[in-house]
C-alpha cells in the first residue's frame, strides 16, 4: 500500500515549456486535491477533485490545469510555465473513517 | 476567509523539555484541525487529527487539544529529543475538503 506517490521528485523547466506532474493514490479515496508550499505563503490550494470526472479551482488556479478520468490518478498540468510557479507540489487525498489527509512526498518545480 | 496562525514561528529548546505549540484559528465552524509534520525537504506526515466534537487527541509523546469555542488549538510535545527537530503545521478544515494551513513552527531540538 504505497499511499500518494508523485512524480516526478524534482524537475527543471525553462519559461513557456509545459509539463504534467504525476499523481496517484491506492486507497480508493474520492477526493484528491494539489497545493503549492512556497516559503512564507504556507501550503496554498491549486484545483481539488471529488471524484472521477469531477474538478474545482482553488485559492490560486491560475496557469494549471487538472483532470480526473479515474479514481487513482489526479495530473497537475503546467499549460505555459512561468518563474512564478517555481515551488514546491503537494498532492493529497482525503479519506478513512475520520476523513484525514494523507500527502504525497511532493514535486520540486524550478521554472528558469 | 480562514485564518489560520501559528506562534511562534521558531523554536529551539533542549533536549529533555516539554513544549507547547500554538495554532489559533479565526472561523469556528470547523469541520475538523490536522497537526502534520514536516522534515526538510520532505512532504506531509500527519500526526493527529482532531473531529470538531473532539476536545484531544493522543499519540505516544503528542498531546492535541481543541477549543473551538475560542479558536485554539496546542500541540504538546513531551520529553522533547533531536530526533523532534522539524516543521510543525496546523491545518483547518471548514466546509468540503480542503485544508488552510498555517505557516508553520519551525523546531529544533538541541542535544
Known amino acids: 500500500n504505497a499511499g500518494v506517490t508523485q512524480t516526478p521528485k524534482f524537475q527543471v523547466l525553462k519559461t513557456g515549456q509545459s509539463m504534467t506532474l504525476q499523481c496517484a493514490q491506492d486507497?480508493?479515496?474520492?477526493?484528491m486535491s494539489w497545493y503549492r508550499q512556497d516559503p512564507g505563503m504556507g501550503l496554498r490550494l491549486i484545483h481539488y477533485?471529488?471524484?472521477?470526472?469531477?474538478?474545482d479551482q482553488g485559492e490560486v488556479p491560475n496557469g494549471y490545469n487538472v483532470s480526473r478520468s479515474t479514481t487513482e490518478d489526479f495530473p497537475l498540468r503546467l499549460l505555459s510555465a512561468a518563474p512564478s510557479q517555481t515551488s514546491v507540489y503537494f498532492c493529497?487525498?482525503?479519506?478513512?473513517?475520520?476523513?484525514?489527509?494523507?500527502f504525497g512526498p511532493g514535486t520540486r518545480l524550478t521554472v528558469l | 476567509k480562514q485564518e489560520v496562525t501559528q506562534i511562534p514561528a521558531a523554536l529551539s529548546v533542549p533536549e529533555g523539555e516539554n513544549l507547547v505549540l500554538n495554532c489559533s484559528f479565526t472561523?469556528?465552524?470547523?469541520?475538523?484541525l490536522q497537526w502534520f509534520r514536516q522534515d526538510p525537504g520532505k512532504g506531509l506526515t500527519s500526526l493527529l487529527l482532531?473531529?470538531?466534537?473532539?476536545r484531544e487527541q493522543t499519540s505516544g509523546r503528542l498531546n492535541a487539544s481543541l477549543d473551538k469555542s475560542s479558536g485554539r488549538s496546542t500541540l504538546y510535545i513531551a520529553a522533547s529529543q533531536p530526533g523532534d527537530s522539524a516543521t510543525y503545521l496546523c491545518?483547518?478544515?471548514?466546509?468540503?475538503?480542503?485544508?488552510?494551513f498555517g505557516k508553520g513552527t519551525s523546531l529544533l531540538v538541541t542535544p
Open positions: 491545518a483547518v478544515r471548514n466546509s468540503g475538503y480542503a485544508l488552510n
Open positions: 486507497m480508493n479515496h474520492e477526493y
Open positions: 482532531i473531529q470538531s466534537s473532539q
Open positions: 493529497a487525498a482525503v479519506g478513512g473513517p475520520y476523513n484525514e489527509q494523507f
Open positions: 477533485s471529488v471524484g472521477a470526472g469531477i474538478t
Open positions: 472561523d469556528s465552524a470547523i469541520y475538523n
